[in-house]
């Protein structure tokens, strides 16, 4: 017998047949192929630049890149003056990830990665990959946006690490088969609308009752979920994708979304290592808080 709500796979369009053994061809994963391997380590020698600030961050402006600058620059905005960084551009376009230097700091070739050149114990560099991993890091050395006490410091780990868990079924999922690749491919883009849509009525739900995503106080976990659930609600992550998946019926989490945009600091975060959108949005490198007055796109191509 068949279940009339799960039709038979015979009544569905024709598909790939996978062969026995996988065989990579390079070029055949649509506009992004380029950014991957199946195989680890480094393929070029180019090493990386070391600036003067403490704390040398090797990015791009994707999700997962803002997370980390947006806490950076939160960190600055509330006065911790050792949370100054360098933020070199990494463009995972050109295979920038795979240099040796890269490789050495992040085995696994994904942006973000950092450097603190001063750490507490005085000793050599600490290498910091993983954005979840360099936010807590953070965090700590400088004793905020996350709490000590234990049951606080619990819930913003628990969001932190949903947001880490979950964001792949957005950008990897939805967001490729929506934007990226080289077919629409009904199925796909079904079973990863169903997740996002899913993980949108998850946070709507705990926004309801709470400020910030982790309750009274703004934390690394808004930091980390905004840049993924904040630009999916005001749409301007994926072209269409707030209308597709009806964004507006999460109130809860829109309301949150407008309030954290409007943040000095996260303003200036999203900017650090951009490299598409308005030129005055982008800031290919940040060394100095000045940068942001000076260094814009639009003001290098003015000049």
Known sequence: MTDEKFPPAKNLPAGYVPPKVWTWEPGNGGQFASINRPTAGAQTDVELQ????PLQLYSLATPNGQKVTILLEELLEAGHQGAEYDAWLINIGKGEQFGKGFVDINPNSKIPALADHAPKDGGAP??????????TYLAEKFGAFL?????ARAEVLNWLFWQMGSAPFVGGGFGHFFSYAPMKIQYAIDRYAMEAKRQMDVLNRQLADNEFVAGKEYSIADMAIWPWYGRLALDTSYPDAGTFLSTHEYDHVLRWAKQLAERPALKRGVMVNKTSGPLAEQLHERHDASDFLTKTQDKISEA
């Open 50 to 53: 070391v600036g003067k600030h």
């Open 126 to 135: 600490i290498r910091l990959f993983e954005s979840a991993s360099i936010m």
């Open 147 to 151: 709490p000590s006490e234990p049951r």
